[in-house]
């Protein structure tokens, strides 16, 4: 039987897109994207970023080079800003792996404000090539449940400048720290380019969350990872001392100095895709494994506007998270003034390799993503979402939704959840569910444009009858014996006064159980087909129990001996089956004679003959632990010796449950 259910039920749907970072790789402003790009995709993107930081002093001593006497000034404010231009190319080499490449422009203006002459200061400017980076991105989801949800990827970038080095150097007049000639490195970036090389590699994770949050998308994504960092520097640094007419040079050194720094990198963000833009917000940081309390870290919001051309704007804002100290990134030349300064000290001082934090700074970029076209404007696409479950438990089923007579591919409901969502044309649009051991259900969903729509389904399980009946082995029912169906969802019924059941379970095959107190659990296979009736019947063995005790007079020995005759096996192959289905039982054997012959010899021949029972049973695989002899010779008759027949009872073997 097929159910049609017309749905409509519009609310607004967004769709995240694959925009570049920095970096050309998808993702937010720093932080990457474990997603790739695909096959023949690329992007490009044009960026600028304006960054500034101000440095104040207090009860700073200036000795001037233009009046002969020293300064104090209370109060000192050094401003600097720097700019930085980047141009990212990508291109998707495969449908899981990207690769890019990627160049920057830099300059940097140093407001000086330790004047008294000049009220807005005196600049101090570089600009110029920065470098390129080169990089590979990759990503996949593995996890089948989590199919389009969790991906895990990385990337690898090498960094370069072929350019010259370029520092900012003091060039005008003295500021009562940096002297004619010399690098302005308290500056957070003094450098377009220190002739670096860098390396580095990260992890990245991204969850997209829309499936279970069709109305409030979210993707986050986790970077964490490793970068080598490698300046070169040649500068002369100068030792400074004031004089009548303000200040002189007293002495010099020339230092060549190459430093390396590996940084660990971690970055977070999360972004909320609308239809006409993204709203993301991001943390990112880099700790310098190998300074003393130095990182570079970042709260950046931001927001992209976007089009189904594949263009997009993006606009950030950076706010600083970390403290910068620029007395102390000075490449040791304040511990030169007092002394002899070491090469590991110039190092741990000089400036950080990616540049100081700056106290906030701005970002605008525009550019052009191929995955983006025609994918986040309203068009004509909607969202189709929901469970399917089953009508009897409500569990989750595993389910094929299917959309026929239209070009529209199908798409599976998790077997956990039984969440299914899909991307549809807008439109009348026929759904019909398919799942194994079910009837086919089937809808109508009407979607408008750029709609999200859910539509669940209960499903009708396919069912045949299942019955039988339930006897010991003298043929007698069994009452209240439990038989279990191992359906998906097992089934559990019990045996009326006759020993009958009777149930109905999901076509297919199942295994099916039986237990009853006081019988051995037995279990079968069998197939049931929709709308018929399959007949399963179980005989039960009763179990054994502590102290039961079974006797046998037609366990046959030779005359006078404890041979077993051929016609006693039958027997005692029953009696180790019995052992065999009750694995953890044991017994004791004992033998029993008549009062023909002495006491001694018929106390002998009746433990010999338990032993020869004993001896049989391990050979049918009995282990002989679990058994133990005994001989009670002519001591225990159970009728009196005075017949031949009656003899013959009295010769006999019984077995002693001793345990379970």
């Known amino acids: 039987m097929k159910r049609t259910i017309p749905v409509l039920l519009a609310v607004l749907v967004s769709i995240s897109s694959a925009a570049p970072s920095i970096w050309g790789f998808p993702g937010l402003f720093r932080v990457n994207s474990a997603m790739p790009m695909g096959f023949n995709e690329m992007s490009f993107k044009l960026g600028v970023s304006y960054w500034t930081a101000a440095n104040d002093y207090s009860n700073f001593i200036y000795h001037s080079h233009f009046l002969p006497q020293t300064l104090l000034f209370p109060e000192v404010t050094e401003t600097e800003h720097t700019g930085q231009g980047r141009l990212s190319l990508a291109y998707g080499v495969w449908d899981y792996i990207d690769i890019s490449a990627s160049a920057s422009y830099s300059g940097t203006s140093y407001e000086r404000d330790f004047y008294e002459e000049r009220s807005t200061g005196h600049w101090e400017e570089i600009q110029g090539f920065e470098g390129i980076n080169i990089g590979v991105h990759g990503g996949y989801n593995p996890i089948s449940s989590?199919?389009?949800?969790?991906?895990?990827?990385?990337?690898l970038r090498l960094g370069f400048s072929p350019a010259d080095t370029m520092f900012l150097h003091c060039l005008d007049d003295p500021?009562?720290?940096?002297?004619?000639?010399?690098?302005?490195?308290?500056?957070?970036?003094?450098f377009t380019t220190t002739g670096n090389?860098?390396?580095?590699?990260?992890?990245l994770i991204t969850g997209d969350f829309e499936r279970w949050l069709p109305m409030a998308a979210v993707k986050a994504h986790l970077n964490f990872g490793y970068s080598k960092y490698t300046q070169n520097y040649n500068f002369t640094d100068f030792r400074v001392s004031p004089d009548s007419t303000g200040w002189i040079y007293s002495d010099s050194t020339e230092v060549a100095l190459e430093v390396s720094d590996g940084v660990f990198n971690f970055g977070?963000?999360?972004?909320?895709?609308?239809?006409?833009?993204?709203i993301f917000l991001e943390y990112t940081n880099q700790k310098l494994l190998d300074r003393d309390n130095a990182s570079v870290s970042y709260f950046t919001p931001g927001i992209r506007f976007k089009n189904n051309s594949g263009t997009f704007v993006d606009i950030t804002f950076d706010l600083s998270t970390s403290s910068f100290d620029p007395l102390y990134y000075d490449l040791g030349h304040n511990l030169y003034q007092d002394g002899e300064v070491t090469t590991e000290q110039r190092a741990e001082r000089a400036p950080l390799p990616t540049g100081g934090v700056f106290d906030w700074g701005v970002g605008l970029a525009v550019g052009f993503s191929s995955d983006m076209m025609g994918k986040d404007e309203p068009s004509n696409m909607a969202s189709l979402s929901g469970t399917v479950t089953d009508s009897l438990t409500g569990e989750a089923v595993f389910s094929t939704i299917t959309f026929p007579g239209v070009a529209i591919a199908n798409v599976t409901s998790d077997e956990t959840t039984g969440f299914y969502t899909h991307r549809i044309p807008a439109g009348e649009v026929p759904v019909t569910v398919v799942?194994?051991?079910y009837r086919e259900a089937s809808a109508i969903v009407v979607l408008g444009r750029n709609q999200s729509v859910t539509l669940d389904f209960a499903l009708v399980p396919n069912l045949g009858t299942l019955s039988g009946s339930v006897k010991d082995g003298e043929g007698r029912p069994i009452a209240n014996a439990t038989v279990t169906v191992g359906t998906t969802s097992p089934v559990t019924v019990t045996t009326s006064a006759a020993g009958i059941y009777s149930t109905q379970v999901e076509a297919g095959t199942w295994p099916v159980a039986v237990q009853a107190d006081g019988y051995i659990s037995d279990n079968q296979t069998t197939t049931v087909i929709a709308n018929e009736t399959a007949s399963v019947s179980f005989t039960l063995r009763a179990a054994l129990r502590a102290g039961?005790?079974?006797s046998f007079d037609n366990i046959y020995f030779a005359s006078g001996s404890a041979n077993l005759k051929p016609e006693s096996y039958s027997i005692l192959d029953s009696v180790a089956i019995l052992l065999r289905d009750n694995p953890s039982a044991r017994i004791q054997i004992a033998g029993h004679?008549?009062?023909?012959?002495?006491?001694?010899?018929?106390?002998?021949l009746s433990e010999n003959r338990a032993h020869s029972v004993y001896q049989y049973l391990i050979s049918k695989g009995i282990a002989g632990n679990r058994m133990t002899t005994i001989g009670h010779?002519?001591?225990?008759?159970i009728v009196p010796n005075d017949s031949a027949a009656n003899k013959a009872r009295n010769r006999r073997i019984e077995f002693t449950v001793l345990s379970i």
Do not use: C
């Not at 963000?269 to 006409?276: I, K, L, R, S």
């Open 435 to 437: 799942a194994a051991g």
């Open 633 to 637: 010779g002519e001591a225990n008759p």
């Open 548 to 550: 039961d005790v079974m």
């Open 268 to 278: 977070f963000g999360v972004e909320v895709p609308t239809p006409y833009a993204d």
């Open 593 to 604: 004679t008549d009062s023909d012959g002495s006491e001694s010899s018929n106390q002998t």
């Open 146 to 155: 989590l199919e389009d949800v969790v991906w895990f990827g990385g990337d």
């Open 197 to 203: 090389g860098s390396f580095a590699t990260d992890l």
């Open 175 to 190: 500021d009562g720290i940096w002297h004619t000639g010399q690098i302005i490195s308290t500056a957070r970036k003094p």
